[in-house]
């Protein structure tokens, strides 16, 4: 069923559709009065809507249901990419979102390449959170990821964070096989002891975390993990942290 | 280190560079007398090779060291596919390759909104060929996925696989938790026993795996496995086996 979300926290007696889900509802998928869809409030609490009334200018629709479902990674997951030279942004938004990411933080590493254009960030995070939530509609999300920018690491505020890792190439050519294993052991602890745990995990450009960035992270007592023997690029990575968690928590 | 793949079994003395690795490596990477690269021999060998002669028309090449490396996953996986609406092919070739796939299979799924021309099937496999060895090079593996094409599912030979899978989408809605979590012990559990063990997945079109596929490969003694609560696309779905592959098995 078709998934759209929601700026409101209820739905009193009968919705108007808002004229982005009126587009895409009517004239898109050529909904007609009786066609279902499932709408997402801010809340996360999932309805399943009916057309009730269409005219050529508007539509309202009524609760028929509420759905309880628990389709959100059980521990939030902020992945925080360095930007990358082809600017994989979008593609990592659109994957990360199917696989569950609650936000994505891009910042400029060191060995950054590309850089945004400052005159142009509000336009990407405009751009990017669009894409979020187009993502979130498709993977049938409850929640769609948010987007955040900084110029460099030390912008980036860890305090909330119980979890913290980078993956580190390096740790990976040396053998490093155990920090994902501890990792994702603690964060089901953390589950069956009802703890309240949220990961953040950093992700380098090409050239990988400088030395500098290295001892910072070091600092904020984050954890090095390698990712298994081969080589991913940037935008591989995320995804296969993201898999990781999925079958942990939430198949495991 | 940039990794070449070279057909051959043996390197006798001197190297003379291929003409595609000689573009790459003198005119793409710039390589000068003394510069190193790695190159994979057919037989998966990885040599260290320094450039000794070069010339403005030829270079040749030493070995000066034998890698001891394995960066293959344990269990050969394959990945077949059903050709999807905006054929993501390429791209999962590409992706799937990095995560370690062994080989590559695309069918004609029931459901399957585009079909591939028979006449451009060569020029596809070819150039789906290539995405793999780049990807390859660029991964640091040892083996170059191989690419099949099948007019329809019962096609496909299923003789040689101890393990066969279907990521299926109904399985997920009705909370089907714990196949992959038994496949993944299962093939730990030939990997301790040393059987020899080999893995296909299959993944449907975006309209999914129709009631005649499924039959037909219920018949085949495949497991139907759920992969988690969220809907991805078609072209997530095979990375998110992969990762769970590499963590198990080489991580775990």
Known sequence: MQRYFIDSSEIVDELILPSEIYHHAIRVMRMQEGSTFELVLRNQEIAVMQISKLTKETASAKVINWLQQTVELPVPTTIACAISKSDKAEW??????????????????????????????????????KVALNAAQQAHRSKVPTIEYYQDITAIDF??????????????????????????????????????????????????????????????????????????????????????????????
């Open 92 to 129: 990592i938004v659109q994957k990360g979102t199917e696989l569950g990411a609650s936000k994505f933080i891009f910042f400029n590493g060191e060995f950054s390449v590309a850089r945004w254009d400052q005159k142009k960030v509000t336009k990407k995070i405009e751009r990017l959170s």
């Open 159 to 252: 305090s909330n964070y119980s979890h913290k890792i980078v993956a580190y190439e390096e740790a990976a050519k040396k053998g490093e096989k155990n920090n994902l294993t501890k990792l994702m052991m603690s964060l089901q602890d953390s589950r069956l002891l009802a703890t309240k745990s949220e990961l953040i995990a950093i992700f380098g450009p090409e050239g990988g975390i400088s030395t500098k960035e290295v001892n910072y992270l070091g600092k904020q007592n984050f954890i090095f993990v390698g990712l298994g023997p081969r080589i991913m690029r940037a935008e591989t990575a995320p995804l296969y942290l993201l898999s990781i968690l999925s079958f942990t928590l939430e198949l495991g």
